[in-house]
């Protein structure tokens, strides 16, 4: 089973996407409105280190991804957690300004390590803070010097400022940067801002077409080097059309990948901190082999891409941040990524049948910490 323990609530940045929303007034959703919120829930992690252990070694295989806030706020906890759990694997998603806290030798036990990053220098500093790109990189090249091996994926969010064919190409495209791997996520949950913002323009004009766009270079790079690019939008749907898979919720979370909060109670979703009506239980008495699952519900169970999509995200299912417009508008984002990829499926199944790729190579990390499906 997969695990996000989140560490802190606590953050030493304020993007403009997500805690510079804080700043604004916004009209939450009816269904956010009617959500239940633990306020009395800790800022810190806040309970005994050994519930925490006792509780993992009731799995024979569990992985520990740590999250935050920004997790790195206690990189005391994280040094402490990675030589002492009973677990041997660990993840984090970090904006990596404060890798260099940790030494060596723990950083190198890390399976995968998600840096956010959302494209180039002057994107990521408008988004993020000035110098938190070159800060951020040189992070990542001093870990790579230092032996780390790992899975080193860049984790964008993409609003309307991003030209997505560039974001992505520029992460790719350089030796320097060290990623393995690429992720990104539309920030489209519309807490109450949609009316301010240029997104049905946006999806229109770029993000769609640069899909289309990133989907054949994607191919192409297959063709002319016999490389598979872990871009995971692409990686993980197209591994299970070339299987024949269906797939549910592609980030695991309710039913493969849970959250254990700050003080002990697992919920089903990283983002669903203190959302305690879909606790599933605590780590003081539960079987991380036993525990509920929390589905999907709405209209996704009526959707024709269900078996692609999964429903794309439990947080925005269960709190319906969105009119029909703005659902429409972000399901066709997904709905244009089901055709790019259906389209591309021919292509990708003849450069395996000549050998020029094979199957093996998509495999990779499921329930990493990337929710896939943008």
């Given amino acids: 089973m997969y695990f996000h323990l989140i560490l802190t609530d606590e953050c030493n940045l304020c993007c403009t996407y997500c805690r510079a929303k804080a700043f604004l007034d916004l009209e939450e959703s009816e269904g956010e409105r009617a959500l239940k919120i633990d306020e009395d829930l ?35 906890l994280v040094e402490t957690i990675v030589r002492n759990c009973p677990g041997q694997r660990f993840m984090m998603q970090t904006n990596g300004l404060l890798l260099d806290r940790l030494s060596p030798a723990v950083v190198n036990r890390f399976s995968t390590i998600l840096v956010s990053l959302d494209g180039t220098k002057e994107l990521t500093d408008a988004n ?66 949609y009316a301010l913002r240029e997104f049905r323009d946006w999806a229109t004009r770029d993000y ?20 598979v690019l872990k871009w995971y939008p692409f990686l993980d749907p197209m591994e299970d059309l070339l299987r024949g898979k269906k797939s549910r919720l592609r980030c695991g979370s309710g039913y493969a990948n849970y959250s254990i909060m700050t003080d002990g109670n697992i919920g089903p979703c990283p983002v669903m901190i203190g959302m305690s009506r879909y606790y599933v239980g605590h780590i003081s008495d539960a079987d991380p082999k036993n525990l509920p699952t929390v589905s999907i519900g709405n209209e996704c169970r009526t959707c024709s891409i269900l078996d692609f999509c999964g429903g794309r995200c439990l947080y925005s299912n269960i709190t319906q941040p969105w009119g ?8 066709g984002t997904v709905q244009n990524l089901h055709d790019a990829l259906h389209e591309a499926l021919p292509r990708v199944r003849e450069l395996i049948r000549t050998r020029k790729i094979s199957l093996q190579d998509f495999a990779h990390e499921k329930f990493n910490g990337c929710e896939i499906i943008p």
């Fill in 42 to 76: 800790p800022i810190d992690l806040a309970f005994d280190l050994e519930l925490l252990y006792q509780f993992l070694k009731k799995d024979p295989d569990p992985t520990l991804t740590f999250y935050g806030g920004e997790p790195l706020m206690r990189a005391d």
């Fill in 128 to 193: 993020r803070g000035a110098g938190v790109y070159d800060r951020v990189m040189k992070n990542v090249r001093t870990i790579r010097a230092n032996g780390y091996t790992g899975e080193l994926i860049a984790r964008m969010t993409v609003t309307e400022s991003t030209r997505i064919v560039d974001a992505v190409r520029h992460l790719a495209s350089n030796p320097d940067y060290a990623f393995s791997s690429i992720h990104w996520q539309v920030d489209a949950n519309f807490a109450g801002d």
């Fill in 208 to 227: 769609n077409p640069g899909i289309r766009t990133l989907v054949s270079y994607w191919v192409n790079q297959m063709a002319e080097t016999g490389t």
């Fill in 324 to 331: 029909e417009e703005e659902r429409q508008l972000v399901c």
